[in-house]
């Protein structure tokens, strides 16, 4: 996209190959600078960006979202980027509204845009999801992520934002088991902190907390107006709830256990306890 506003698109992946060349493709529509940013990739992904004469490759380890987006987001050419996740695609609506933005000078020093997400191969159009938007295309010298996690955001300092019409395509999960392995990840990391924090688990809030969530997705945002996939998408977040306050017990236990000298039973090397979460993990 030649205009006098260049962009950067900066893609953040690690072993996306079945993601990457489409993702590459609907990049195309609005790049004039092509940045991927990569964490490790052993799958082919690192290969495949090499022969892509038009892709700029630069790697290091990932720590979390926001330290990885802020530490990408300067090694861009151009004044002006747009984040996207591998598992992201720009469709040729939103490319074409931006580069009427751009075309005719933007107002604004950052741009929102909602996300349609994809479950399963299914579009979720309630659930909560039918709110989901994120800041993506910003002034790279005013904007920097927010967050020590990977939920971190983007905020522009200058307060200067704007809604795009367009949606940004998002396939969320293709499987469960892509979904367990961030479910593991991100349960884990979330109990860590509580814990650090000093705070402790509670049944009430084991229970109540799943409760709610489940009912608070498929009954207030209409999750069940999206059918079975709804259904699952609805009671995986309530489970997501409870798994927090269950790992942060389970953190407890383990400090318990090491405070008395008790030492829980290890399974033997040769036999390992295998489950559908450390299959994922």
Not at 36 to 59: I, N
Not at 207 to 233: P, W
Request: aromatic content about 14%; charged content about 25%; hydrophobic content about 40%.
């Amino acid at each position: 996209m030649r205009t006098h506003n260049p962009i950067s698109v900066v893609i953040l992946c690690k072993n996306e190959i079945e993601n990457i060349g489409p993702c590459l493709d609907s990049a195309r529509w609005i790049a004039d600078e092509i940045l991927v940013a990569d964490s490790g990739s052993t799958d082919g992904t690192l290969e495949f960006l090499r022969s892509q004469a038009d892709c700029r490759v630069v790697e290091r380890e990932y720590v979390d979202y926001g330290n990885f987006a802020n530490w990408a987001i300067p090694q861009a050419r151009h004044p002006w980027v747009f984040i996207l996740d591998a598992d992201e695609r720009i469709t040729p609506e939103l490319a074409a509204e931006i580069r009427a933005v751009f075309e005719a000078g933007p107002q604004h020093d950052g741009y929102r845009m909602f996300r349609a997400n994809y479950f399963l191969g299914r579009r979720i159009r309630f659930c909560g999801w039918q709110s989901d938007d994120v800041l993506r295309l910003f002034r790279k010298d005013v904007a920097r992520y927010a967050g020590d996690n990977d939920h971190a955001t983007a905020v522009v300092a200058t307060g200067r934002v704007k809604t795009l019409r367009s949606r940004l395509t998002h396939f969320t999960y293709r499987s469960y088991e892509q979904y367990f392995r961030k479910f593991h990840r991100y349960t884990a990391y979330q109990a860590e902190r509580w814990q650090q924090a000093g705070r402790r688990s509670s049944g009430a809030s084991m229970f109540f907390r799943f409760l709610t969530r489940f009912l608070h997705g498929y009954i207030f945002r209409l999750g069940f107006l999206d059918g079975r996939a709804g259904l699952q998408l609805c009671l995986l977040t309530g489970f997501y709830s409870f798994m927090k306050q269950a790992r942060l017990w389970e953190l407890e236990q383990h400090a318990e256990n090491s405070a008395s000298g008790d030492r829980p039973a290890v399974a033997k090397a040769d036999s390992p306890q295998e489950t559908p979460l450390s299959r994922a993990a």
